[in-house]
């Protein structure tokens, strides 16, 4: 554990749902843990005891990426973790992946509706026809444009055109829609649907403060996760987007919540002390921002310049597009508030300097 894991508390220590298992967080809500076949190697999967329509059954949050691997975990856990209880609905709180691969599947084995925001549902549609506008050639000429010239990079870039289309094959054709402030009743409790933006196009985290429950309970997502910190890059889709600062002031939007409110992150394990964490994501993209300015008041730089300002370990090709999106991410926010400006050099590389 780093020091800042430390300032967090694990009230279930080390202890990870067996493969195919789940572990039982509180009355009627599973922990699951399914591997993903990334350098991020899992995804946590809530399981919510339900009634929808007069039925009783489960309610699945989030599904995983779809590979033979994950279909056959879910066996393992429909066959020992559901009582012979159906999936009655399946909750996504974003397009991701790892996150709405198993949407279609589940969705079609059980007759379950998948629930999502509109604008995550409607990107995924786009992503998963692999079309000309989204991934591929147009990526590589925006890495391009951001002064990536590794071959190798771009080429990868290139070939992983269809990578959304592999892990998630399908996206339901119809869905029920996920709103900032809904409240969904979700096994006789109410939930409250929170929006975050900048992580993908409009993520939803749910909260329950049931009085029924020992504490207050947070689905963060991929928006609040105790170990790593959440992707937020720039795409091509939006190049003059500012991500990094929608992520921040979504960030806002959990403060009000008890200090002891469990969260119950996508990656990682359940934890308290979600005040903490927000400060500490905070610091780290603040200590990200003078590291960028810093460099960009030296000389002009451009996105690819700062990859090495902001992660001094060797990445691999997969690591270096993230960290090429995180880098313009950083620009962008600097930018947008006029602290760098932003000039194309002969090539039609866009470089930063100090406004
Ligand atoms: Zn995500």
């Known amino acids: 554990m ?14 990870l749902p067996a493969a195919g298992g789940a572990l039982q967080l509180a009355p009627g809500l599973a922990w699951l843990r399914m591997e993903l076949p990334f350098a991020l190697n899992h995804i946590n999967l809530w399981l919510l005891r339900d009634e929808m329509d007069g039925r009783t059954g489960w309610s699945v949050i989030d599904t995983c990426v779809d590979s033979p691997q994950s279909r056959a975990q879910w066996e393992q856990v429909i066959a020992s973790q ?25 969705g079609e084995r ?18 998963v026809q692999q079309q000309d506008s989204f991934g591929g050639q147009a990526t590589v000429d925006f890495f391009a444009r951001h002064g990536m010239d ?50 993908s196009p409009e993520h939803m985290a749910l909260y ?30 939006e ?3 500012n991500p990094l600062q929608l992520f921040l002031d979504s960030l806002e939007k959990f403060l009000p919540l008890p200090e002891n409110t469990l969260v119950l992150p996508s990656h990682g394990r359940p934890f308290v002390g979600l005040h903490e964490r927000i400060k ?17 008041r030296q ?19 997969h690591q270096t597009t993230f960290a090429l999106g995180e880098s313009m991410a950083h620009l962008n926010l600097l930018w947008h508030t006029g602290a760098l400006r932003r000039e194309a050099d002969a090539h039609g590389v866009l470089r930063f300097s100090a406004a």
């Open 239 to 241: 190049p003059d987007g």
């Open 208 to 237: 329950c403060e049931d009085p029924g429950l020992a504490q207050p309970l947070l689905i963060s997502g991929d928006m609040v996760l105790p170990r790593i910190s959440t992707n937020i890059s720039l795409y091509e889709t």
């Open 110 to 127: 059980f007759s379950a509706p998948l629930w999502i925001s509109m604008s995550d549902y409607l990107m995924a549609r786009l992503a």
């Open 299 to 317: 000389r002009a730089q451009c996105a690819a310049d700062i990859v090495p300002v902001m992660f001094r370990r060797e990445l691999d090709l």
């Open 82 to 106: 559901m009582q012979g209880l159906p999936v009655l609905r399946v909750l996504a709180t974003h397009m991701h992946p790892d996150h709405l691969g198993l949407a279609h599947w589940l």
């Open 2 to 15: 780093n020091t800042l894991e430390e300032a967090l508390h694990y009230p279930w220590g080390a202890q």
């Open 280 to 296: 500490q994501l905070r610091d780290h993209h603040q200590e990200r921002l003078e590291e960028v300015m810093q460099a960009c």
């Open 150 to 199: 590794n071959r190798q990079v771009l080429k990868a870039v290139l070939d992983r055109k269809d990578h959304y289309a592999q892990l998630v094959p399908k996206v339901p054709s119809q869905y029920r829609r996920l709103q900032d402030g809904q409240m969904l009743s979700l096994g006789g409790r109410q939930w409250r649907c929170i929006s975050g933006f900048g992580h």
